[in-house]
């Protein structure tokens, strides 16, 4: 079964707005990474946070991770266009003999309007 | 930088037939991962290397799937026979072994008819 699994499925939004998605994973991790993928394309790497931190920032990115809850957040101020791709968090579970090994959720697919 | 390479970009074939992907990590990596994607099933880790050993490869759909990592420049996925269902995008990825990130190629695009 899927670790991650990201809320909503989609989304939708007029740029200049904020985009939200949520992710929630089963085990303890070591970190939580989000990559995007734009239509087509290879995913690429975004923002990693590890599991003793609580928020992230990179750019108009910020992620929030809740480990009693089993949940982290990201955040897209301000979006653009060209943020239109959808966005997948995995994590890297603790604990395994499988270092580096990562389990993608199914991922949110967020569209910007101009 | 010339990031990890994949070839073909795209692959037409018959059902039964084998099909051969391949993937050049980027130089100075020493983990290599080989997922496929499709809509229903998302994103999935079929095998991965470490210095070019296979370390996991419990996502392996089946015996007609098999990798190879012959040196840290080189990889191959190969499917034979091929099936429709094997129809998907494959991606490679590598990283460093310490490193968390892992590079993504830019996707093999399988449709076996």
Same mark, same amino acid.
């Given at each position: 079964?899927?670790?991650?699994?990201?809320?909503?499925?989609?989304?939708?939004?007029?740029?200049?707005? &904020?985009?939200?998605?949520?992710?929630?994973?089963?085990?303890?991790? +070591? &970190?939580?990474?989000?990559?995007?993928?734009?239509? @087509?394309?290879?995913? %690429?790497?975004?923002?990693?946070? #590890?599991?003793?931190?609580?928020?992230?920032?990179?750019?108009?990115?910020?992620?929030?991770?809740? $480990?009693?809850?089993?949940?982290?957040? !990201?955040?897209?101020?301000?979006?653009?266009?060209? /943020?239109?791709?959808?966005?997948?968090?995995?994590?890297?579970?603790?604990? @395994?003999?499988?270092?580096?090994?990562?389990?993608?959720?199914?991922?949110?697919?967020? $569209? %910007?309007? *101009? | /930088?010339?990031?990890?390479?994949?070839?073909?970009?795209?692959?037409?074939?018959?059902?039964?037939?084998?099909?051969?992907? #391949?993937?050049? =990590?980027?130089?100075?990596?020493?983990? !290599?991962?080989?997922?496929?994607?499709?809509?229903?099933? @998302?994103?999935?880790?079929?095998?991965?290397?470490?210095? +070019? %050993?296979?370390?996991? /490869?419990?996502?392996?759909?089946?015996?007609?799937?098999?990798?190879?990592? =012959? +040196?840290?420049?080189?990889?191959? !996925?190969?499917?034979?026979?091929?099936? *429709?269902? /094997?129809?998907?995008?494959?991606?490679?990825?590598?990283?460093?072994?310490?490193?968390?990130?892992?590079?993504?190629? *830019?996707?093999?695009?399988?449709?076996? !008819?």
């Amino acid at each position: 079964s899927q670790q991650g699994e990201e809320d909503p499925q989609a989304l939708s939004i007029q740029e200049g707005e &904020n985009a939200t998605m949520n992710c929630s994973y089963k085990t303890s991790i +070591n &970190n939580l990474q989000w990559y995007r993928q734009n239509s @087509g394309r290879g995913l %690429v790497h975004l923002i990693l946070i #590890r599991s003793n931190e609580r928020e992230k920032h990179s750019g108009r990115l910020r992620v929030t991770l809740d $480990t009693s809850k089993k949940s982290s957040s !990201l955040l897209i101020t301000a979006s653009r266009a060209a /943020d239109t791709a959808s966005y997948f968090c995995a994590t890297d579970a603790a604990g @395994g003999t499988s270092y580096g090994k990562l389990t993608f959720g199914q991922g949110t697919i967020l $569209t %910007v309007h *101009p | /930088d010339a990031g990890v390479i994949q070839s073909p970009r795209h692959e037409v074939t018959e059902m039964g037939q084998e099909v051969t992907l #391949r993937c050049k =990590p980027i130089s100075g990596h020493n983990s !290599l991962f080989w997922y496929r994607q499709t809509m229903m099933r @998302g994103l999935e880790l079929l095998i991965y290397f470490n210095n +070019n %050993v296979p370390i996991d /490869d419990s996502g392996m759909p089946e015996d007609r799937f098999s990798a190879k990592m =012959p +040196n840290a420049s080189f990889s191959t !996925l190969k499917i034979q026979p091929s099936e *429709p269902r /094997d129809s998907a995008v494959y991606f490679c990825a590598s990283s460093l072994l310490r490193d968390e990130t892992q590079y993504f190629g *830019p996707g093999t695009r399988l449709l076996v !008819l």
